[in-house]
Nanobody, 123 residues
């Protein structure tokens, strides 16, 4: 496995919840942070959340703060994103990727993006 594998997306009504998962190679997972990013149709990819390698700190975009929770399991090289109180504007393809000291962007050299997982929130 070279690319991260995202899963857990689906169709949900506004106000509902989903839990996304990311499985990444150990080398990828050992980066300073691991993050979730999303891309809606016609829009640029944007930062959602990230978590430090040791899990000591988490970071969130203002648009998801208080609704989403990021976590990781270093023993399994997996990461999760619990998404509650979903809104139609959360509709996007969600990706996981490694990051560095700038915790809101993926590593510039990272090119092994997975296929992502589609999240669709109906109003």
């Amino acid at each position: 496995q070279v690319q991260p594998v995202e899963s857990g997306g689906g169709l949900v009504q506004a106000g509902g919840s989903l839990r996304l998962s990311c499985a990444a190679p150990r080398r990828t997972f050992s980066s300073y942070v691991m993050g979730w990013f999303r891309q809606a149709p016609g829009k640029e990819r944007e930062f959602v959340a990230s978590i430090r390698r040791d899990g000591s700190s988490t970071y969130y975009a203002d648009s998801v703060k208080g609704r989403f929770t990021i976590s990781r399991d270093n023993a399994k090289n997996t990461m999760a994103l619990q998404m509650n109180s979903l809104k139609p504007e959360d509709t996007a393809v969600y990706y996981c990727a490694p990051g560095g000291r700038i915790v809101t962007i993926p590593l510039p050299e990272f090119a092994s993006w997975g296929q992502g997982t589609q999240v669709t929130v109906s109003s």
